[in-house]
């Protein structure tokens, strides 16, 4: 299924992720793509967690997702075209804190075209030396990796959503991507980054993991337990 409708704790993911966005005040509008045959469901948990969190159900609108997450994501912005500034939120990171949108909003309203929650990288990293080319994907662990040297981990960070943008900003890099499609973009950021514009950082929280693999649904659990959104 869908990751948005995984269960975490008897609740989709999506309806943690609205209840989190709504608890942190800092949206006036709210609007979620999905595929279009859960359009009807993600509709019904919209409307719970926006009764629960005691907003208007209208608050939160609901549309067909694209084929991507850049897709998507067009979509909705069309949705909201009187938003001076978006967030760019992902329904996999259920539990990010409201501490996190007020970051991120703050750094906007202070200017920033661009701004994401980070956190720093704590593992060693290596790249990998393949023999099958540059653009080669393999899993992990792939018999024939050559590792070919470790990256300064202070330099790097882990990126986490919501994503936070001048709108125009947004549908400039959104413009380029369109004329000229580079397959490799996996987010916003990286589109307006190519566009040119400088992205900022903010504080992340651990709270707001991506949920990828079943034992994520088992750490969002935990943190869940010991500090509901």
Known sequence: MPKAFVPLSGEPLLSHCISG????GVATRIVVAVPEALVREARVLADRAARESDADPALVDIVVGGADRIESTAR??????????VLVHDAARALTPPAV???????????????VPTLPVTDTVKRVRTGR??????????AGEELVG???RNLLRRIQTPQGFARAVLEEAHALQRR????????????VERAGH???????????LKITYPIDLAIAAFHLEEEPV
Do not use: K, N
Request: contains cysteine; hydrophobic residues 45%; negative net charge.
């Open 21 to 24: 966005t709504l608890a942190s």
């Open 76 to 85: 909705a912005l069309a949705r909201v075209p009187e938003c001076e500034h």
């Open 101 to 115: 949108f007020h970051r991120v909003v703050a750094a906007l309203e202070a200017g920033a075209a661009a701004v």
């Open 133 to 142: 080319g540059a653009d080669a994907q393999v899993d992990p662990g792939t």
């Open 150 to 152: 470790d990256l300064d």
């Open 180 to 191: 000229d499609p580079d397959p490799a973009a996996t987010d916003d950021a990286g589109l």
């Open 198 to 208: 400088t992205v900022v950082g903010v504080p992340g929280d651990e709270r707001a």
